[in-house]
């Protein structure tokens, strides 16, 4: 599957309908006066949200969305009908940007939201609408409004609790492979995967958590080097990093430093986001050996947590990184749970502010 996260359309509402002239023509009804009804709304455009979409594939091949214009008003007033509202389904995940002011328009993140992308404009008045003492029979009526056009940029950034990072052929797929059912290609040399992929682990109280795997970094990716430039943006959204190492690389130490250096750079708060270290491949190396212990001492120090022995292949060491897992994640929604309280009783006493200042200016 071709995976594709950024896309470029061009969306635009439909005009309004124009409003008409009319007058009344029955027998009987002499002067029956103005009867243009008004022209119908335009339709507007909408993003909504699938769960069954993964990329933004679709949008290389058509560009283009435009809504349905309103219908021209008609005699006895009757109102023109309303034009279709287009309808454009988008991955969960997706970030819509205005490509003029690269203002964020919103981010569609559940299945069925809706995100109003290009509004209809307004039909036209008909000339029923003015009438006055002064004017009894009024021979005109507006055009319809055009409906908003823009240029929107669409990134997509994937929605995953844990990312796993690390350099090149540090083993990440076959870690996903081994958590979950994903079943990404490995081989034995770098940049095997040139996608991210997304696998659901189950924890033990039988909810699923997302994980993903990042394509491999190397130095200089947040600047455009590489893959990881492209892919960073995906690990933006995770609450916890998975840091993996290749324990039999030459030097495990200086690859570590690297992808810190990345995330730094990267900016977004990914530098500070929490994160799980972990040597990969410990079935290919003598864990008792001096030079072993000395790089796992090394390593250990740069972390408040504990560092983690694992073998992605043999799947030893898996279940007291998942514990470590649930236990980071758990903290990280308290955090944000007790951040997002704080903020609630802020605004809270904000809006009381402002009725005691109201009630004392009355």
Not at 24 to 31: C, F, T, W
Not at 248 to 260: K, R, S
Request: charged fraction near 20%; aromatic fraction near 6%.
């Amino acid at each position: 599957m071709q995976f594709i996260d950024q896309a470029e359309i061009m969306v635009a509402g439909g005009k309004g309908g124009d409003g008409m002239v009319a007058f009344r023509r029955e027998k009987y009804v002499p002067a029956g006066g103005p009867a243009g009804g008004n022209g119908g709304y335009g339709g507007s455009v909408y993003l909504v949200g699938n769960v069954n979409l993964q990329t933004l594939l679709d949008f290389q091949y058509q560009r283009s969305f435009l809504a349905e214009n309103g219908k021209k008003g008609g005699p006895k007033n009757m109102t023109g009908a309303g034009g279709k509202d287009r309808i454009i389904e988008v991955p969960l995940g997706t970030v819509v940007y205005d490509v003029e002011t690269d203002e964020i328009l919103g981010d569609v993140l559940t299945a069925g939201q809706t995100l109003c992308v290009a509004k209809g404009g307004k039909g036209g008045l008909g000339n029923k609408f003015f009438l006055s003492n002064s004017n009894r029979a009024p021979d005109y009526a507006l055009d319809g409004l055009e409906g908003e056009q823009r240029q929107l940029r669409l990134e997509l950034k994937l929605l995953a609790e844990v990312g796993i990072i690390g350099m090149p052929n540090a083993g990440k797929s076959t870690l996903i492979s081994s958590l979950s059912a994903a079943k990404p290609k490995i081989a034995d040399y770098p940049f095997t995967t040139l996608i991210p992929n997304l696998g659901v682990v189950r924890k033990p109280t039988g909810d699923g958590t997302v994980f993903a795997d990042i394509p491999g970094l190397i130095a200089g990716a947040s600047l455009g080097a590489g893959l990881g430039h492209e892919f960073l943006r995906h690990i933006e959204r995770t609450r916890v990093l998975l840091h993996l190492i290749d324990i039999t690389d030459q030097d495990p130490l200086a690859n570590y430093h690297t992808i810190q250096d990345e995330l730094i750079a990267y900016g977004r708060g990914l530098g500070d986001r929490p994160q799980i270290l972990a040597f990969n491949k410990i079935d290919a190396v003598d864990l008792e050996s001096e030079e072993i212990q000395n790089l796992v001492n090394s390593v250990q120090v740069l972390s408040d947590r504990p560092l983690f022995l694992l073998s992605a292949a043999t799947r030893a060491g898996l279940d007291q990184l998942l514990n470590e897992v649930w236990q980071v994640l758990d903290e990280a929604n308290a955090a944000e749970a007790a951040k997002q309280a704080e903020a609630n009783i802020e605004n809270t006493e904000n809006a009381d502010a402002v009725v005691n200042v109201v009630l004392e200016t009355v």
